[in-house]
C-alpha cells in the first residue's frame, strides 16, 4: 500500500521522478553463509592498519567491512579520539585518516579532523602518526552503521568529531 501512495504522491508532483522497487536482503542470506571460512585476511607483513588495531577477541582486522570504529591519537599521551563508521575494508578508511594526520597542511586535507587535531595540538611533530585504531562495533547495513555510529559518539563524546556531524546523526536515533 505504501508503494502505491508514493508512486501516486510522484505522479501528482508532476516532477519527472520514477521510482524503482529494489527487494531487500532474503532472510536466509541474512542468516547463512555458504562459506564462512572463506574471509579475507591481511596479506600486507607492514600493515599499518593490523599494527595500529587494538588487539581484540575476534574482532576483526583490517580487512573487515561495515565496522563503526574509534581512532586514537596516543602521541605524547593526548588521547584524543575520533570516531567513524566504513562500509569499505577498514585499512582503506584507515588510511585516509593516517595520511591526513601525516600530511596536515596538504590543501586536501585542511578540513579533515586528523589533519586539524596534528596541525594544532601537534604541530612540531614530524614524524609518522601515533593512532591506534579500534573497530567498536559492526553494522549490516547503511543505516545500522549510521544509527550505530550516532550511539557511539552522543555516548562517547570523541573530541575529535565536528559537532555538525553529530547532530547530523542524531536524526538516526529515536528519543
Not at 578540513?111 to 596534528?118: E, G, I, S
Amino acid at each position: 500500500k505504501q508503494w502505491y501512495q508514493r508512486r501516486v504522491a510522484v505522479k501528482h508532483s508532476g516532477l519527472p521522478v520514477k521510482i524503482v522497487e529494489k527487494p531487500g536482503r532474503r532472510l536466509k542470506d541474512l542468516l547463512t553463509d555458504s562459506r564462512p571460512l572463506d574471509k579475507a585476511k591481511c596479506t600486507n607483513k607492514n600493515c599499518r592498519t593490523c599494527e595500529s588495531l587494538s588487539p581484540s577477541l575476534d574482532n576483526g582486522d583490517c580487512m573487515s567491512r561495515n565496522t563503526i570504529y574509534k581512532i586514537t591519537c596516543t602521541l605524547d599521551n593526548c588521547m584524543e579520539t575520533y570516531g567513524g563508521e566504513t562500509y569499505r575494508p577498514l585499512y582503506h578508511r584507515f588510511d585516509e585518516h593516517y595520511r591526513s594526520a601525516a600530511n596536515p597542511t596538504a590543501k586536501s586535507y585542511v578540513d579533515k579532523p586528523l589533519a586539524k587535531h596534528y596541525r594544532d595540538k601537534h604541530p612540531k611533530y614530524n614524524g609518522n602518526p601515533k593512532l591506534k585504531l579500534e573497530i567498536v562495533d559492526k553494522g549490516s547495513s547503511l543505516i545500522d552503521r549510521k544509527i550505530k555510529e550516532a550511539k557511539f559518539l552522543v555516548h562517547n563524546k570523541p573530541s575529535l568529531n565536528d559537532k555538525s556531524e553529530l547532530n547530523n546523526l542524531t536524526q538516526f536515533l529515536v528519543p
